[in-house]
């Protein structure tokens, strides 16, 4: 089962890091490039725990459905998203937030299960990390984006 493991520093409070984090809007922001969209259950706003979101986006020339669902969170410290219904055998994504010194460190830490036995086995070492290590990077990159600027304030309200 492939692991990825993603460090983000972001000079921003760890409460805005992480609720920007669980914003289905920025999600949508971040991932403009595969037309991703939410269609079902929680489609604006922050994600809660017990909530789940359906996401449409193009991957690999075809669109595909992914349903998660929130089964962990401690505000400010961390949330889990598990895959209820999608095309991975399996999908576990952990979001972690620490502070110091006024920079948020944000990890990711995201395992997934290709179907189809050996054959997903290899798909996933020859491409599909690779290819998830990027989306994860993309959208690590805009949430830091949003948190280190004032568009923040375009996401979340206070």
């Not at 219904?85 to 999908?91: I, N």
């Not at 990890?107 to 994860?136: H, N, Q, W």
């Amino acid at each position: 089962m492939p692991n990825i493991t993603l460090i983000t520093l972001i000079n921003a409070p760890k409460e805005r890091v992480f609720d920007l984090s669980r914003s289905i809007d920025l999600h949508q922001q971040s991932l403009l490039h595969t037309n991703e969209k939410a269609v079902a259950g929680k489609t604006k706003g922050l994600i809660e725990v017990g909530e789940t979101v359906t996401w449409h986006a193009i991957h690999l020339f075809e669109t595909r459905a992914l349903t998660v669902k929130i089964t962990q969170m401690q505000p400010f410290e961390s949330f889990t998203d598990e895959m209820l219904q999608g095309d991975f055998k399996s999908m576990h994504h952990e979001h972690l937030f620490s502070n110091s010194n006024n920079i948020t460190t944000m990890k990711d830490v995201f395992s997934f299960e290709a179907p189809y036995g050996i054959l997903g086995k290899i798909f996933c070492s020859i491409y599909l990390t690779k290819y998830m290590t990027r989306l994860l990077a993309q959208r690590n990159l805009t949430i830091k984006e949003y948190a280190e600027t004032d568009k923040w304030k375009t996401i979340i309200n206070s």
